[in-house]
């Protein structure tokens, strides 16, 4: 049974910083494409961030380029997301996924994720 795990959250005033960490049981995050989606309650979810299976490629929404980082650890089998630069309209649930296909590079479609996290809270307050 596979389970993804995400830790980090918590309260952070605008300008601060987070990192978040997603680790799995079940499959191993460096054979994925492994994705970072948000989402505001009433609202769709997005993406965030991701990186492809070899971990050569990440891609970014918009709105978090420059300030967030997606990156792997392959010792741990773990992915995170550092937060830097955090702004009010970043305050969400942000949930980790798993995208097995195994095509060599990321696409950013929740359709194509099938395994998420039950995510974690960020607030950020200005």
């Known amino acids: 049974q596979v389970q993804l795990v995400e830790s980090g959250g918590g309260l952070v005033q605008a300008g601060g910083s987070l990192r978040l960490s997603c680790a799995a049981s079940?499959?191993?995050?460096?054979?994925?494409?492994m994705g970072w989606f948000r989402q505001v309650q009433g609202k769709e979810r997005e993406f965030v961030a991701g990186i492809s299976r070899g971990g050569g490629s990440t891609d970014y929404a918009d709105s978090v380029k420059g300030r967030f980082t997606i990156s792997r650890d392959n010792a741990k089998d773990t992915v995170s997301l550092q937060m830097n630069s955090l702004k009010p309209e970043d305050t969400a649930v942000y949930y980790c996924?798993?995208?097995?296909?195994?095509?060599?590079?990321?696409?950013?479609?929740?359709?194509?994720?099938?395994?998420w996290g039950q995510g974690t809270q960020v607030t950020v307050f200005s």
């Open positions: 079940g499959l191993t995050i460096r054979s994925n494409h």
């Open positions: 996924a798993a995208d097995l296909h195994t095509r060599w590079y990321f696409k950013a479609e929740l359709s194509q994720f099938a395994y």
